[in-house]
């Protein structure tokens, strides 16, 4: 089982990023998928989370109305469209697979993990 993220990078504030996390294909069968972040000295905070059909969305409040989570299963790939950026969304970004079909905001209920992405938001 492997998610591998990409798509981070150095922006200014206000600016658009899309992240991709590509999946293995036993990765993404049936299972909701996951977005999380971790900033500079903060703990892991979950982003968004789409259900293994992406019918189901849910965003953590910070990043409503910004941030955009779809996925491709066709494609094994999931994204995440963020737009309006701010410095306070400058964190290492992590993909995860969920145990369950449709995802939540729990860490734990995310049994596998991809590398981060860093993501830096310039003011």
């Known amino acids: 089982v492997q998610l591998q993220a990409s798509g981070g990078g150095l922006v200014q504030a206000g600016d658009s990023l899309r992240l991709s996390c590509a999946t293995s294909r036993r990765t993404a069968s049936n299972n909701a998928l996951g977005w999380f972040r971790r900033g500079p000295g903060k703990e892991r905070e979950f982003v968004a989370t789409i259900s293994w059909r992406g019918d189901i969305t849910n965003y953590g409040d910070s990043v409503k109305g910004r941030f955009t989570i779809s996925r491709d299963n066709a494609k094994n790939t999931m994204y995440l469209q963020m737009n309006s950026l701010k410095p306070e969304d400058t964190a290492v970004y992590f993909c995860?697979?969920?145990?369950?079909?449709?995802?939540?905001?729990?860490?734990?209920?995310?049994?596998?993990w991809g590398q981060g992405t860093q993501v830096t938001v310039s003011s």
């Open positions: 995860a697979q969920s145990r369950y079909s449709v995802g939540s905001s729990r860490p734990e209920d995310y049994q596998y």
